[in-house]
């Protein structure tokens, strides 16, 4: 008898402790969902309120504003042109936001174009499962086709989809190239918006461009996107109308 009521005493003990791990480690899980939570409150609070001062800074830029691509190969200054609205504002507002902080340029072809502004890039740690190229803010622009702005050396351009998904040819919301080769990317005129130019800075796309890559086209050394910061008069007129440098912390 006594066995048997030591038994059942053992049994309920561990039963108990058992009960005891799995509610302490409910409890955990549920706060830790209730911090994840509370963090991306805060986070998303931060980032609408950086667009809401970017999006007034805008209203105040030139025409045609001019923008540092700051990369750890160099550094490209393009200048976004008046005919693409659009873009031009979408553009501006990621970079004076800090969106584009601490991205890579995730596909290189040498003797074509240089991609960049995926969000995935950001968390190098998840390049196996983020499949790079297919991030964005959420959103996508309508096509901005001006006969007079072609695939130049140089050219800024917006990355989207194919044709057979987006056959209204929309644009990525935060995606975007950089033409090396003018030849090889004639064919994509009319075809994706090409919304800037690069004013300093093409050696810097040649050398991005001859960077050695893996057969996705994916650089084998980071190629990463420091800061997007407005320059020369345009800086001048942000940094007047509230503009300051938002820094993003690299994971």
């Not at 800074?57 to 190969?73: A, C, D, G, M, S």
């Not at 950089?178 to 050398?207: M, N, S």
Request: net charge positive; hydrophobic share 40%; with cysteine.
């Amino acid at each position: 008898m006594r066995q048997i009521v030591f038994k059942a005493m053992t049994v309920a003990a561990a039963a108990f402790m058992v009960i005891s791990c799995e509610n302490a480690y409910k409890k955990a899980e549920k706060a830790a969902m209730a911090e994840k939570a509370r963090q991306d409150s805060i986070a998303a609070a931060q980032k609408a309120a950086k667009e809401k001062t970017a999006m007034e800074i805008i209203k105040f830029l030139p025409e045609e504003p001019e923008f540092e691509i700051e990369t750890n190969l160099g550094s490209i200054t393009v200048k976004l042109y008046s005919k693409t609205p659009k873009h031009r504002d979408n553009f501006a507002k990621l970079a004076l936001s800090g969106f584009y902080d601490d991205l890579l340029f995730h596909r290189v072809i040498n003797g074509f174009m240089i991609q960049g502004g995926d969000p995935y890039t950001r968390d190098t740690s998840r390049a196996a499962v983020a499949k790079y190229g297919q991030g964005g803010p959420g959103y996508t622009i309508p096509a901005e086709f001006v006969s007079e702005y072609n695939h130049k050396k140089g050219a800024l351009a917006a990355a989207r989809k194919g044709d057979v998904a987006n056959p209204m040819k929309e644009s990525s919301g935060s995606q975007f190239y950089l033409v090396q080769d003018a030849a090889a990317c004639a064919q994509l005129d009319g075809a994706y918006t090409v919304f800037g130019e690069t004013v300093k800075g093409l050696d810097i796309i040649d050398r991005i461009a001859q960077v050695a890559t893996d057969n996705r086209d994916k650089p084998l050394m980071p190629v990463r996107i420091i800061a997007i910061r407005p320059v020369g008069e345009t800086a001048e007129v942000a940094k007047a109308n509230g503009y300051v440098k938002h820094e993003i912390k690299v994971l």
